[in-house]
């Protein structure tokens, strides 16, 4: 297909026409409605099967929940693993007075509810989804769900002072990172998802002092296995801003695997009627096992 946007609403229209496939069980991380983790068990039966947990991405706006990552959890689980799915609180469903779409994520709201899931995680999976496997946990994401990975597996280098800095790593095998928005400067130079970096930040004026704790090409290096998986033909989260986070992870003394797949968007990556679904699986198993 000649014409990339066609091409792109193909693709989207592709990844979300698959059914939502429902949890083995769903649990609660706190007393929000949007704080829950949905357990998917490996489908092959497996036990001491590794663990992937997903974040849905969706430009942490309220309208894009997990539901629509639910074909490519399944498709995971019939990979093998076990996989948690966090949903977290995200904007308000209303526009902004001035803007055309709602408002992108809620600060501290949207890092509360992503830290804390990450924490419950081995207690929930041990007591819900016991062929999990908690010492071997990949981490994935897509969309702004990768830059809230990213941004998972480096809270150990969060500023001093930050409430959700841990005091070492985090227990993972890796973190694969799906068009994430991990470099929040060039996202805004693109208006990668109309601003909704600027917004995720609380407005211009608190940006710049909240992006030192949020951005994840700013919280290098983390010593944590990283592989950014991108579509070159991507015109919602374009390949600019993985290469932008690549640099400054070589600019750290970091090593980080970027996979481009050639003629490849936004959505394939979460499709598992696509080729580049099984090219995410695979580079997840290759951390995991």
């Known amino acids: 297909m000649s014409d990339p946007a066609a091409r792109g609403a193909a693709e989207e229209a592709s990844a979300f026409s698959h059914p939502a496939v429902a949890p083995d069980a769903s649990v609660a991380y706190g007393e929000h409605p949007d704080q829950v983790i949905d357990f998917y068990a490996p489908r092959a039966g497996a036990t001491r099967a590794p663990l992937v947990v997903a974040l849905h991405g969706g430009a942490w706006r309220a309208p894009y929940d997990r ?64 062929q999990a496997d908690t010492g071997r946990i990949v981490l994935t994401g897509h969309s702004a769900g990768g830059q809230l990975a990213l941004w998972a ?67 290098l290096p983390t010593g944590i296995a990283t592989i950014v998986v991108q579509g070159r033909e991507d015109l919602v989260v374009p390949p600019a801003v993985a290469d932008a986070y690549a640099d400054a992870a ?39 096992w």
């Open 67 to 130: 539901a629509h990552l639910t074909p490519f959890v399944d498709f995971l689980a019939r990979r093998g693993f076990a996989v948690a799915s966090v949903e977290y609180r995200r904007g308000g469903g209303i526009p902004r007075q001035g803007g055309a779409a709602p408002v992108a994520g809620r600060w501290p709201e949207t890092f509360d509810d992503v830290a804390a899931a990450l924490d419950a995680v081995p207690e929930l999976a041990a007591a819900h989804l016991p």
């Open 153 to 219: 597996a480096a809270r150990h280098v969060l500023p001093a002072g930050s409430p959700w800095r841990l005091s070492g790593p985090p227990p993972l095998r890796g973190v694969v990172a799906l068009a994430p928005i991990a470099h929040f400067g060039r996202a805004v130079e693109l208006g990668v998802c109309g601003g909704a970096v600027t917004e995720l930040l609380g407005g211009p004026d608190a940006a710049g002092e909240r992006a030192a704790s949020a951005d994840p090409s700013r919280l």
């Open 250 to 288: 070589a600019a750290a003394g970091e090593a980080v695997g970027l996979t481009l797949l050639e003629g490849v968007g936004h959505f394939p990556l979460i499709d598992p009627a696509a080729d580049a679904c099984a090219v995410v699986a695979e580079e997840i198993a290759q951390l995991a």
